[in-house]
């Protein structure tokens, strides 16, 4: 499985930016989707993740009600909807694709996101 993002780019603080990543190859199987960042001088943490149905999905706590994921199938996309942006949200936003929510097997290329003060 390959998995592109788009989307990235520059926003003011509580502006909003909507990420898309589109997963090809081997798609035929139930994916869950996920949505990483890694900061400058810091670990890539999970953002936010959907399963396959969409009826699970997990968030990290510092954008629970900030940002939302969702995806569709028929296009194997993954959104995440980022609003009310704050400068901490800065860093490289990366795709990934794994048999759960909680474990993934295939990493896209890395999108940044610049949210200025």
């Known amino acids: 499985v390959q998995l592109q993002a788009f989307g990235g780019g520059l926003a003011q603080a509580g502006g909003s930016l909507r990420l898309s990543c589109v997963a090809s190859?081997?798609?035929?199987?139930?994916?869950?989707l996920g949505w990483f960042r890694q900061a400058p001088g810091k670990e890539r943490a999970l953002v936010a993740a959907?399963?396959?149905?969409?009826?699970?999905?997990r968030y990290a706590d510092s954008v629970k009600g900030r940002f939302t994921i969702s995806r569709d199938n028929a296009k194997n996309t993954v959104f995440l909807q980022m609003n009310s942006l704050k400068p901490e949200d800065t860093a490289v936003y990366y795709c990934a694709a794994g048999v759960s929510i909680y474990a993934y097997n295939y990493w896209g290329q890395g999108t940044l996101v610049t949210v200025s003060s």
């Open positions: 959907i399963s396959w149905s969409g009826g699970s999905t």
């Open positions: 190859g081997r798609t035929g199987g139930s994916y869950a």
